[in-house]
């Protein structure tokens, strides 16, 4: 099992760079595949990227990419989302999830991952 806590998040002005972390627990962290997902009020649950298990692999979602890097620390047992150049429709809730089934897969669909953290909110003005 892996328990998931997410920090980082706050207030920025639009094009500026803001920096998510998402701290794991758990023995199984290292052999996981990751990924980041947003929830705007209103709105459903987005993917935002992904990374599998040795950070060898990446994905983005469109809306993001060239602009957003994932990255992860297995040492550390954390993952990263590196937010450049946002925007307000950036703004969110943004949740970090593990999948143990498919380490090797990046996959952009909620349903794919079997825990959450509890969400770091991002709010970019503009």
């Known amino acids: 099992q892996v328990q998931l806590v997410e920090s980082g998040g706050g207030l920025v002005q639009a094009g500026g760079s803001l920096r998510v972390s998402c701290a794991a627990s758990g023995r199984t962290f290292s052999s996981s595949g990751m990924g980041w997902f947003r929830q705007a009020p209103g709105k459903e649950r987005e993917f935002v990227a992904a990374?599998?298990?040795?950070?060898?692999?990446?994905y983005y979602a469109d809306p993001v990419k060239g602009r957003f890097t994932m990255s992860r620390d297995n040492a550390k047992n954390t993952v990263y989302l590196q937010m450049n150049s946002l925007k307000p429709e950036d703004t969110a809730v943004y949740y970090c999830?593990?999948?143990?089934?498919?380490?090797?897969?990046?996959?952009?669909?909620?349903?794919?991952?079997?825990?959450w953290g509890q969400g770091t909110q991002v709010t970019v003005s503009s």
């Open positions: 990374i599998n298990w040795s950070g060898s692999m990446t």
């Open positions: 999830a593990a999948n143990s089934m498919f380490p090797d897969a990046t996959i952009p669909t909620p349903g794919g991952y079997a825990y």
